[in-house]
Every structure is written in structure tokens, then in C-alpha cells.
């Protein structure tokens, strides 16, 4: 039975046709939508191979059980049986059928159950194999279908992208980590990186970091050779002023070492003279710096008291600023501070004392606000070569400005003494150039023959009165300028200098002029309270001559 249905064309074959397999195949790698349906009929295909495959197996292990023959004993009874009563048997066999059937399966003749036996065996293997060749091929639809799969997703993406081709690609940089907007905008150098702080908050506060400053700096932008110090040393450039206070600070401790200034005389650019800037805090870190120049810019703020801590400076220059406040204390830490220049800014306050600074030679405070009395207090007096602090609130001279013993340069112009003159300053033998104009100062001028070497006097628009002390400017062989216009002298004798080989310049009161001042000798002052000595005609070789160069 088992036999039959195997061979029976009319049934559904054990096996599927291989040749319907391939093509299924094919179907299903042209064509993607046939897919699912190739699948769900494979499986059914798989389901009935593996039940009728089941029922085979069963039917192979009973058939294995009939090589066993029966004992020799009932061998020979059986076939006794079958000799002697065959038609017995027969009858037997058509009168009871349901007995038969009903009685144990007596196994066939042993040749044709060897040859059935061989048969269904053979039959087992090829379908074996043949199911192994299918789980093969299953696998290989399998792949096919997952390559489909993901060809379609391809094909769809690129669609997808022929479609929005476009279409502008927009990203948030608030979807950014900060350590990749710190990374990307690391490569663009200094000088423009910081215009796109506008971009955002976030981006403002990642170029703010310390983080950055480390990644982003290059320290040959900020190093700039300095034309004053001897040798071939580096200082910090004016970029440094203009990066924010962390940045500032990562470029101070990275260049602390060989710094030895900060700026020049050529220091910003035209096109940053705009930007205002300020000393930093920082400027502590950079101890090996000798000089600071950084003059006519666009400082703002107040001189950091951490000034003090670079003790190696022996120059300050910041004249033309826009500094404010009160000087700091910590000034006189500098000890090796020969140079100092603040003119032209807005500091206020009196001027400290600075009793340690033994070194210094000039100092510069022009046009500033400072009060109280004229700074006289200094490590070693004799050393003061140059002190102008001309046009600021000052309201004292002071007694002990006659320390200033060698002393060459005086300026206290456009201060509201309303005094008199001390009269230790004309023990200041060595000055060359002394001003003191438009002080509201009054008294009268015995004493200035002392001053030997004096080139250049200016006590213009003040109060001095008395007599003219004709002869002792006289005797000053040196001088070159005599600016003496508004004031109130009286009485004196005549000042004649021509019999100098060198003519003189001079400013008086024309009045004045007509009776205590020779014609001969003089020539006209080109200052803004200049007046032109008249004694009566010029002769004809001094209009022809051409006056001289006044002050530098």
C-alpha cells in the first residue's frame, strides 16, 4: 500500500520539482512584490514533504523489524501447513476475511522482501538528498530575499534624494555636542574665529572657554619681535589684548617664559584702532617681560594692581590711552622700573609715593587728573632725569623737589598752584628746560641766574612781579628761549643780548618790551602766546633773517 502510494502519479509528489523551485526563484529576484507570495507557497510545499516524509520513516523502521526470519521450527510448520492444506486455507481465508485481516502479518517470500526492502531504502536516501538539496536552495531564497530587501531600501533612499535635491539642508547647532563645536572651530585661526560669536549663545560661550583657547592657539601669532629691547628677544603682540580674558590667560602662561614685551611702537594695526581694549589680569603670568609699550591705542579701564608682580620691567609706556582710576600701590614694587610713561590719559587720585623705585630716570604723567602735591618722593632722587607733569590738578611744589638734584627737565605747566616758587628749585643746577606757564603762580624771580645750564624758560601768563631780573638772565650763556608774556613785572634794568653770538627767542608784554628790552638779539616767538619784541624799527638784516625752530 505504502509502496503504491509512493508510485501513484495521480498523488501530489513527495518531492518538489527542482525546475519549479529555480524559476520560483527567478520570479522572485526580478520581480520584488512576488516575494512574500513565493515564501508562504514554499512553506506549504515544505509542510506536506515533511508529513508524507514522516509516514515513510514510520513504514522504513517496521520493515527494518521483518529481517529478522522467523525460527526454523515454524519455518517448517508454515510451509507444512501450506502444502498439505491450501485449499483449506483458502476457503478459510474467503469464508472469515475480517479473521484474516485480523490474524498477525505474515511476512512475504524472502526474496521479495529483500527486493522491497532494497527499493524503499534507496527510495529514503533519495529523498534525503533531495531534501537536503532543498534546505540548500531554501537558504539560498532566503538570501535572495533579504538582498531584495535591502536593493529596495537603497533604491527607495535615492528616490528619496532625487526627489529633495533642492531642498537647503538645515541643521540646529544647539543639536551639537560642545566638544565638536569646540573642535570645528579650533582649525580657524585667531584673528577671524571670533566673529562668529554672533552665531549663537552656545557658540559665544564654547569660544570662551579655556578648552578652546588650548586647542586654538598658535603662539606664533601672538609673538612679536621688539625693535627696543637688545637682541633678537620675542614679545606679545597686540592680538593678545584683543582675544577674550581666558584666551588672554592661556597665551600668557604659554608664552611666560621668553616674553620679554608686550606691544611696540608700531603696536595696532589702523584698522583696530576702534576696538578698545584693557589690561588684562593675566599680564602677572608673563614675569620675564621687561617692557611694556603700548602707547597711543585704545586702553580703557584702570592699570591692574597685579603690575606688580613683573618685576623685571624697566619700561612702561601706555601715554595716549584712555586709562582711568588712581595709579596702584603695587607701582612701587617695581624696583627695576628706569622709564614711565602715562601721559594723555584720564588717571586721577594723588600720586603715590615711590620710595623703592631706586632706577627710575623719567617720568610722565602729562595731561592726566592727578591731585594733591607735585611727586617728589622717589628710591634715589639724584637719579630723576626727566619729570614732566605739566597740565593736570596738582596743587603743591613741594619743598623737597630741590632733591632732584640732577634733574635736566622741569615741567609743571597748567597746574593751579597759586603760589610762589620754592626757592630750593633753583638749586636744580642741572636743568636744561624748565616750564611753568599758566600756573596762577606769583613772587618774584630772584634766583633763576643759579640755573647755569637752563635752555629753555617758560613762566608765561603767570603773576610775577617786581623787578625784572634782567641781569641774571643775562648771565645765563645757555638760554635759548625766554617766554615771560602775562605777567606783571615793574621797574628793572635794560636786558641787552645783543652782543650774543647767538640770537635768542623771546615773549614779553609789549609794553614791557619798549623799555626794559633791547631790539638787537631777538627773535620772534612762534608759541601760541607768542608776542614780537618791538623796540622801535626793525633794521632790514632782521626781517631778512629767518627765525629759528622754536621748542622741539
Given at each position: 500500500?505504502?509502496?503504491?502510494?509512493?508510485?501513484?502519479?495521480?498523488?501530489?509528489?513527495?518531492?518538489?520539482?527542482?525546475?519549479?523551485?529555480?524559476?520560483?526563484?527567478?520570479?522572485?529576484?526580478?520581480?520584488?512584490?512576488?516575494?512574500?507570495?513565493?515564501?508562504?507557497?514554499?512553506?506549504?510545499?515544505?509542510?506536506?514533504?515533511?508529513?508524507?516524509?514522516?509516514?515513510?520513516?514510520?513504514?522504513?523502521?517496521?520493515?527494518?523489524?521483518?529481517?529478522?526470519?522467523?525460527?526454523?521450527?515454524?519455518?517448517?510448520?508454515?510451509?507444512?501447513?501450506?502444502?498439505?492444506?491450501?485449499?483449506?486455507?483458502?476457503?478459510?481465508?474467503?469464508?472469515?476475511?475480517?479473521?484474516?485481516?485480523?490474524?498477525?502479518?505474515?511476512?512475504?517470500?524472502?526474496?521479495?522482501?529483500?527486493?522491497?526492502?532494497?527499493?524503499?531504502?534507496?527510495?529514503?536516501?533519495?529523498?534525503?538528498?533531495?531534501?537536503?538539496?532543498?534546505?540548500?536552495?531554501?537558504?539560498?531564497?532566503?538570501?535572495?530575499?533579504?538582498?531584495?530587501?535591502?536593493?529596495?531600501?537603497?533604491?527607495?533612499?535615492?528616490?528619496?534624494?532625487?526627489?529633495?535635491?533642492?531642498?537647503?539642508?538645515?541643521?540646529?547647532?544647539?543639536?551639537?555636542?560642545?566638544?565638536?563645536?569646540?573642535?570645528?572651530?579650533?582649525?580657524?585661526?585667531?584673528?577671524?574665529?571670533?566673529?562668529?560669536?554672533?552665531?549663537?549663545?552656545?557658540?559665544?560661550?564654547?569660544?570662551?572657554?579655556?578648552?578652546?583657547?588650548?586647542?586654538?592657539?598658535?603662539?606664533?601669532?601672538?609673538?612679536?619681535?621688539?625693535?627696543?629691547?637688545?637682541?633678537?628677544?620675542?614679545?606679545?603682540?597686540?592680538?593678545?589684548?584683543?582675544?577674550?580674558?581666558?584666551?588672554?590667560?592661556?597665551?600668557?602662561?604659554?608664552?611666560?617664559?621668553?616674553?620679554?614685551?608686550?606691544?611696540?611702537?608700531?603696536?595696532?594695526?589702523?584698522?583696530?584702532?576702534?576696538?578698545?581694549?584693557?589690561?588684562?589680569?593675566?599680564?602677572?603670568?608673563?614675569?620675564?617681560?621687561?617692557?611694556?609699550?603700548?602707547?597711543?591705542?585704545?586702553?580703557?579701564?584702570?592699570?591692574?594692581?597685579?603690575?606688580?608682580?613683573?618685576?623685571?620691567?624697566?619700561?612702561?609706556?601706555?601715554?595716549?590711552?584712555?586709562?582711568?582710576?588712581?595709579?596702584?600701590?603695587?607701582?612701587?614694587?617695581?624696583?627695576?622700573?628706569?622709564?614711565?610713561?602715562?601721559?594723555?590719559?584720564?588717571?586721577?587720585?594723588?600720586?603715590?609715593?615711590?620710595?623703592?623705585?631706586?632706577?627710575?630716570?623719567?617720568?610722565?604723567?602729562?595731561?592726566?587728573?592727578?591731585?594733591?602735591?607735585?611727586?617728589?618722593?622717589?628710591?634715589?632722587?639724584?637719579?630723576?632725569a626727566l619729570f614732566h607733569a605739566d597740565h593736570n590738578h596738582f596743587s603743591v611744589i613741594p619743598a623737597s623737589i630741590g632733591q632732584l638734584t640732577n634733574l635736566v627737565e622741569l615741567s609743571i605747566s597748567g597746574n593751579r598752584f597759586s603760589s610762589e616758587i620754592p626757592s630750593e628749585l633753583w638749586n636744580l643746577g642741572s636743568l636744561t628746560f624748565l616750564e611753568m606757564s599758566n600756573c596762577n603762580m606769583f613772587g618774584s624771580l630772584a634766583g633763576v641766574g643759579n640755573l647755569?645750564?637752563?635752555?629753555?624758560?617758560?613762566?608765561?601768563?603767570?603773576?610775577?612781579?617786581?623787578?625784572?631780573?634782567?641781569?641774571?638772565?643775562?648771565?645765563?650763556?645757555?638760554?635759548?628761549?625766554?617766554?615771560?608774556?602775562?605777567?606783571?613785572?615793574?621797574?628793572?634794568?635794560?636786558?641787552?643780548?645783543?652782543?650774543?653770538?647767538?640770537?635768542?627767542?623771546?615773549?614779553?608784554?609789549?609794553?614791557?618790551?619798549?623799555?626794559?628790552?633791547?631790539?638787537?638779539?631777538?627773535?620772534?616767538?612762534?608759541?601760541?602766546?607768542?608776542?614780537?619784541?618791538?623796540?622801535?624799527?626793525?633794521?632790514?638784516?632782521?626781517?631778512?633773517?629767518?627765525?629759528?625752530?622754536?621748542?622741539?
Amino acid at each position: 500500500m505504502i509502496m503504491a502510494w509512493i508510485r501513484t502519479p495521480k498523488n501530489t509528489p513527495i518531492l518538489p520539482n527542482p525546475n519549479l523551485i529555480m524559476k520560483s526563484k527567478l520570479d522572485s529576484e526580478s520581480n520584488p512584490e512576488n516575494c512574500v507570495a513565493h515564501k508562504a507557497k514554499h512553506r506549504a510545499v515544505t509542510w506536506k514533504f515533511e508529513a508524507r516524509l514522516v509516514t515513510v520513516t514510520l513504514f522504513a523502521s517496521q520493515v527494518r523489524s521483518w529481517k529478522n526470519p522467523l525460527p526454523a521450527n515454524l519455518q517448517s510448520k508454515s510451509m507444512k501447513r501450506r502444502r498439505t492444506a491450501p485449499n483449506s486455507e483458502s476457503k478459510r481465508n474467503a469464508a472469515t476475511p475480517r479473521a484474516v485481516s485480523d490474524a498477525l502479518p505474515v511476512p512475504p517470500a524472502e526474496t521479495n522482501t529483500a527486493t522491497t526492502l532494497a527499493t524503499i531504502l534507496h527510495t529514503l536516501e533519495t529523498m534525503q538528498a533531495t531534501m537536503s538539496s532543498m534546505q540548500t536552495e531554501v537558504t539560498d531564497i532566503k538570501e535572495s530575499q533579504l538582498s531584495i530587501i535591502s536593493a529596495q531600501r537603497d533604491l527607495s533612499n535615492q528616490v528619496l534624494d532625487l526627489q529633495k535635491h533642492k531642498e537647503k539642508l538645515f541643521l540646529s547647532l544647539q543639536d551639537l555636542p560642545l566638544e565638536l563645536i569646540v573642535q570645528i572651530f579650533a582649525w580657524i585661526p585667531v584673528r577671524t574665529v571670533f566673529k562668529y560669536r554672533r552665531l549663537s549663545r552656545m557658540i559665544n560661550q564654547c569660544l570662551l572657554t579655556s578648552q578652546f583657547a588650548v586647542l586654538n592657539m598658535r603662539t606664533s601669532d601672538f609673538q612679536k619681535k621688539s625693535r627696543f629691547l637688545r637682541g633678537s628677544n620675542h614679545g606679545i603682540g597686540w592680538l593678545w589684548l584683543l582675544v577674550p580674558p581666558s584666551y588672554q590667560t592661556v597665551v600668557a602662561r604659554a608664552m611666560a617664559p621668553h616674553a620679554k614685551g608686550i606691544g611696540g611702537y608700531d603696536f595696532c594695526p589702523a584698522h583696530y584702532k576702534k576696538v578698545t581694549m584693557s589690561l588684562p589680569n593675566s599680564i602677572s603670568c608673563l614675569t620675564a617681560v621687561e617692557e611694556i609699550i603700548l602707547e597711543t591705542n585704545t586702553l580703557i579701564g584702570k592699570i591692574p594692581d597685579v603690575i606688580g608682580t613683573l618685576k623685571n620691567l624697566t619700561i612702561v609706556r601706555l601715554a595716549g590711552n584712555s586709562l582711568t582710576g588712581a595709579l596702584p600701590s603695587s607701582l612701587n614694587l617695581l624696583s627695576a622700573l628706569q622709564y614711565l610713561n602715562l601721559a594723555e590719559n584720564q588717571l586721577n587720585g594723588e600720586f603715590p609715593p615711590l620710595p623703592n623705585l631706586n632706577s627710575l630716570e623719567s617720568l610722565k604723567i602729562s595731561r592726566n587728573c592727578f591731585t594733591g602735591p607735585v611727586p617728589t618722593v622717589f628710591g634715589n632722587s639724584r637719579k630723576m632725569a626727566l619729570f614732566h607733569a605739566d597740565h593736570n590738578h596738582f596743587s603743591v611744589i613741594p619743598a623737597s623737589i630741590g632733591q632732584l638734584t640732577n634733574l635736566v627737565e622741569l615741567s609743571i605747566s597748567g597746574n593751579r598752584f597759586s603760589s610762589e616758587i620754592p626757592s630750593e628749585l633753583w638749586n636744580l643746577g642741572s636743568l636744561t628746560f624748565l616750564e611753568m606757564s599758566n600756573c596762577n603762580m606769583f613772587g618774584s624771580l630772584a634766583g633763576v641766574g643759579n640755573l647755569r645750564n637752563l635752555e629753555i624758560l617758560d613762566l608765561a601768563n603767570n603773576r610775577f612781579s617786581g623787578e625784572f631780573p634782567s641781569r641774571e638772565i643775562y648771565n645765563l650763556p645757555l638760554l635759548e628761549e625766554l617766554h615771560l608774556v602775562g605777567n606783571q613785572f615793574s621797574g628793572g634794568k635794560v636786558l641787552d643780548m645783543s652782543l650774543r653770538d647767538n640770537k635768542m627767542t623771546m615773549c614779553m608784554d609789549r609794553e614791557f618790551q619798549r623799555k626794559y628790552v633791547i631790539r638787537q638779539g631777538f627773535h620772534k616767538c612762534h608759541e601760541q602766546h607768542g608776542v614780537v619784541p618791538f623796540t622801535g624799527d626793525i633794521s632790514d638784516s632782521e626781517v631778512e633773517d629767518k627765525p629759528e625752530i622754536g621748542r622741539p
